[in-house]
């Protein structure tokens, strides 16, 4: 039911920023927590940042201080914002959109966008 498309990804120098976005389409999208992971080759998947359908956020370690998770709900969209970049970031990254809801689970994944950090 629920579509994600991840847009903003590029190239960016390190030390700078970039912002993703993901829209939703096809569900009610403030009932799902909303996540953002990556995966560099070879590497596993790891989540970055999530958003509870209540506003709370984590984040990994690694970003911390430097990524921000928001949502809009009005736009059925999530963001994240992404400053001080490091080539350790470089990464495809995913929107994932998650519930479980009376006995019901929703888990739905963006195709991804491509973050390349480099000088």
């Known amino acids: 039911q629920v579509q994600l498309v991840e847009s903003g990804g590029g190239l960016v120098q390190p030390g700078g920023s970039l912002r993703l976005s993901c829209a939703a389409s096809g569900s009610i999208f403030s009932i799902y927590t909303m996540n953002w992971y990556r995966q560099a080759p070879g590497k596993q998947r790891e989540l970055v940042a999530g958003?509870?359908?209540?506003?709370?956020?984590n984040y990994a370690d690694s970003v911390k201080g430097r990524f921000t998770i928001s949502r809009e709900n009005a736009k059925n969209t999530v963001y994240l914002q992404m400053n001080s970049l490091k080539p350790e970031d470089t990464a495809v990254y995913y929107c994932?959109?998650?519930?479980?809801?009376?006995?019901?689970?929703?888990?739905?994944w963006g195709q991804g966008t491509q973050v390349t950090v480099s000088s």
């Open positions: 994932n959109a998650y519930r479980s809801l009376w006995g019901t689970v929703g888990d739905y």
């Open positions: 958003i509870t359908s209540g506003g709370r956020t």
